[in-house]
């Protein structure tokens, strides 16, 4: 089963307006971290945001923030005043457990963002 | 500059041949992974390793080979039991402090079958 499924395979959103991109994801684990990362064309991953499932507070960093909705699964992306510069893909990812540990990331398979003159 | 460097940036395998991917990073990071990424889709665990001489096999470990002799470096090799390589391969590490810590990625290289 999808761990972490991102709905929008694709999204037009206007210069200076505001997007959300959708993330569900499944764990059975009380514990658990949720990531955003940002991939452009050149292809290199960019990391955006990270939300803790224990956290009470959503995240926020800079023009990003997480509407974070731990009862419904759901760890959307908002994206406020967009530019041109935040045309790309975006994975949403996420690693289960307490520690610190090495339990590697699992992603959903993106949505790509295009933003409008 | 601290980064992970993965090279090269394009490689081509003839049928047959294995291929030996690059990844080095100078981090300190502990932990390292290998993704793979095909077109319009998400990242897929190749294989991951935690500390030197030991790494565990991900999601789609078929057809490949790792290795973890030094921290710095996870290089990964593609045999010719992978018969479907043509892909994006991403290399990452990160620390194990704490749970809020990113996998940071190089750039990737890009592999096509000739």
């Known amino acids: 089963a999808q761990k972490i499924t991102q709905t929008q395979p694709g999204m037009f959103v206007q210069e200076k307006e505001a997007v959300t991109l959708d993330c569900t994801y499944d764990?059975?684990?009380?514990?658990?971290?949720l990531f955003w990362y940002k991939q452009p064309s050149s292809g290199e991953m960019i990391f955006l945001i990270y939300?803790?499932?224990?956290?009470?507070q959503n995240a926020t960093e800079g023009r990003y923030s997480l509407n974070f909705q731990k009862a419904r699964k759901s760890a959307n992306l908002v994206i406020s005043a967009s530019q041109l510069g935040d045309s790309a893909m975006y994975f949403c990812?996420?690693?289960?457990?307490?520690?610190?540990?090495?339990?590697?990331?699992?992603f959903g398979k993106g949505t790509r963002l295009s933003v409008i003159a | 500059d601290g980064g992970i460097t993965q090279s090269p940036k394009y490689l081509f395998r003839k049928e047959g041949q294995n291929v030996t991917l690059s990844c080095e990073q100078n981090?300190?990071?502990?932990?390292m992974y290998w993704y793979r990424q095909d077109p319009g889709q998400g990242l897929r665990l190749i294989y991951y390793?935690?500390?030197?001489?030991?790494?565990q096999k991900g999601d789609i470990a078929e057809g490949y080979s790792v290795s973890r002799e030094k921290k710095e470096s996870f290089p990964l090799t593609v045999t010719s039991a992978q018969k479907n390589p043509t892909a994006f391969y991403l290399c990452?590490?990160?620390?194990?402090?704490?749970?809020?810590?990113?996998?940071?990625f190089g750039d990737g290289t890009r592999l096509s079958i000739l």
């Open positions: 990452a590490s990160r620390t194990l402090l704490s749970r809020s810590d990113p996998q940071h």
């Open positions: 764990t059975s684990d009380p514990s658990y971290g």
């Open positions: 939300q803790g499932s224990y956290d009470q």
């Open positions: 990812a996420m690693r289960e457990g307490q520690a610190a540990g090495n339990t590697p990331l699992v």
């Open positions: 981090l300190n990071h502990d932990a």
């Open positions: 390793s935690q500390i030197v001489n030991d790494f």
